[in-house]
């Protein structure tokens, strides 16, 4: 069951008397992969089907992990991930426990641009000037660094 991942978006999370969590009013998709995907793959997969292509956009992505048992309450845990290693960790939980299905929150979150990449953006033609060390000496200034 690693290869279907299935993409909770959009709706609200609410907290339990379980001390578990509920998505309520989510939308979902299923991604179906032929291997179990990387979570770089899987981050652009789902940004795809969910029409998140702009280049200010970050995604901010969740494993649900069902730690309830058949026996008792069904509690359900956010995890979040955010690199491979942790998307690898969340699998093999997933993958060992009771309930094995790739179940994901994600959020959307439009990401502010900077004074400084905003005029980097717009003047993109001009040379980069880096490691610049500008000193003041007797008759004026002196610049010295790799340009």
Not at 16 to 22: F, S, V
Not at 122 to 142: I, L
Request: proline share 3%; aromatic share 8%.
């Amino acid at each position: 069951m690693d290869k279907l991942v299935t993409v909770f978006y959009g709706g609200t999370i609410q907290k339990n008397g379980n001390g578990g969590i509920d998505l309520e009013r989510m939308q979902d998709v299923s991604l179906l992969f032929g291997v179990r995907p990387s979570f770089v793959r899987l981050m652009d997969t789902l940004k795809e089907r969910l029409g998140w292509m702009e280049e200010a956009v970050n995604v901010k992505l969740q494993g649900v992990i069902d730690v309830g048992s058949s026996k008792g309450p069904r509690i359900k845990r956010l995890v979040p991930i955010g690199r491979q290693a942790e998307w690898d960790n969340y699998v093999s939980i997933v993958m060992d426990s009771e309930v094995r299905a790739l179940d994901v929150f994600v959020q959307k979150f439009k990401r502010e641009q900077d004074v400084f990449d905003q005029k980097v953006n717009r003047e993109a033609s001009y040379p980069m000037v880096q490691d610049v060390v500008v000193q003041k000496v007797e008759s004026g200034f002196s610049c010295r660094g790799a340009i």
